[in-house]
Nanobody, 123 residues
């Protein structure tokens, strides 16, 4: 299983970015993909997740109304649309895959992790 995250960059406060997570190398019927982030000196936290089978989603409170997670099952790709970005959103964002589970924010539930993509929100 390979997960390729992309789309990070430098953006001003109030701006937008779209992250992509392309998954490959597997055939699964039931799994979830989650986005996590880790800021310097802080623990990794769950941001958003999606059940790739039924489309069920979840987001942490701090990003609700600003971030939207979506999927393309044909391309096995998950997107994280991030709007109204704030400096506190600055972090390395990772995507991960949980086999046989729906949306979850527990890092221990995830079996595979992609490399991170850096998001910097600064003026």
């Amino acid at each position: 299983v390979q997960l390729q995250a992309s789309g990070g960059g430098l953006v001003q406060p109030g701006g937008s970015l779209r992250l992509s997570c392309a998954a490959s190398g597997f055939t699964l019927n039931y799994y979830a993909i989650g986005w996590f982030r880790q800021a310097p000196g802080k623990e990794r936290e769950g941001v958003s997740c999606i059940n790739m089978s039924d489309g069920g989603t979840g987001s942490t409170d701090s990003v609700k109304g600003r971030f939207t997670i979506s999927r393309d099952n044909v391309e096995n790709t998950v997107y994280l649309q991030m709007n109204s970005l704030k400096p506190e959103d600055t972090a390395v964002y990772h995507c991960a895959l949980a086999v046989g589970l729906g949306c979850t924010f527990s890092t221990s539930d995830y079996d595979y992790w992609g490399q991170g993509t850096l998001v910097t929100v600064s003026s």
